[in-house]
């Protein structure tokens, strides 16, 4: 995960994507108690807060407007690091799911190559509450070298070995709303801020307006500071890290599912 407490205009943060072959010109418009089921947007899960969830609260079906995840979209993105090195990512919802804490969950693949070499290869879980906000419920990741598996770490499951379940988006984000994304003590512990719902991006798939704009920051890499942009209808279109490196992802192309 990658966020200094930089101030940066909500209008004009994620402006300059330089757009690269064709990309199409869009517009978009614009709870954590202990026993928390489906919490609100004002209790937001925090930190290491354990949640109480109900299964029967919980559906596959993801529409939220800011991440909508109908079997087979996908998302490719291209991310270049601080030393120049280009990753292809390829984000795809399959038809699978997986049962986690009672909760079916959807099974989204997040592949990473370079020069056509697997670098990571992610299988996240996802879940949407009653409110429409969407869980993260765990992850089983792989990272690569040499074609061999060189770790795993990063991995946890919600329900195993003290991890919780965290937000990804939230149903009502409005600015000054914080929640945890993921908590597993040590490894996964990514937290975010929405900063704005006018924040506006160029990337090569196209200029959106009108954006979720979110911090994310992690208590395990306290210098990283990275921010993202949510378009209404599509999901995330840029990353960039604005302290602790200089990577940046941007949406060159998306499908939606059915």
């Not at 418009?29 to 949640?51: N, Y």
């Not at 995840?69 to 991310?79: D, F, K, N, P």
Request: charged share 25%.
């Amino acid at each position: 995960m990658r966020h200094t407490i930089l101030s940066i205009s909500a209008a004009v943060l994620i402006v300059s994507a330089t757009a690269c072959g064709g990309g199409s010109s869009q517009s978009t418009t614009p709870p954590t108690s202990e026993t928390a089921t489906a919490p609100t947007a004002s209790s937001l899960p925090q930190g290491s807060d354990p949640v109480k969830l109900d299964p029967a609260e919980f559906t596959t079906e993801i529409d939220n407007p800011w991440w909508p995840m109908a079997v087979g979209s996908r998302w490719i993105y291209r991310e270049t690091d601080a030393e120049g090195t280009v990753s292809r990512v390829v984000v795809t919802v399959t038809d699978k799911t997986r049962t986690i804490m009672g909760i079916e969950s959807r099974v989204v693949h997040d592949i990473v190559t370079e020069d056509g070499e697997v670098k990571e290869d992610t299988f996240d879980w996802y879940a949407q509450d009653a409110d429409g906000n969407i869980w993260y419920m765990g992850e089983d990741t792989k990272e690569y070298e040499n074609g061999k598996v060189s770790s795993t770490k990063g991995s946890w499951e919600a329900g195993v070995d003290g991890a919780q379940a965290g937000i990804i988006v939230p149903a009502d984000p409005k600015p000054g709303l914080s929640y945890r994304e993921e908590y597993y003590k040590g490894e996964a512990e990514d937290a975010a801020e929405v900063l704005s719902l006018d924040a506006r991006a160029k990337v090569p798939f196209g200029t959106f307006d009108h954006g979720l704009q979110t911090r994310n920051v992690t208590p395990l890499e306290p210098d990283l500071i990275e921010e993202k942009l949510y378009a209404r209808g599509i999901g995330m279109v840029l990353a960039i890290t604005i302290s602790g490196g200089s990577d940046r992802e941007e949406l060159i192309s998306y499908k939606e599912g059915s």
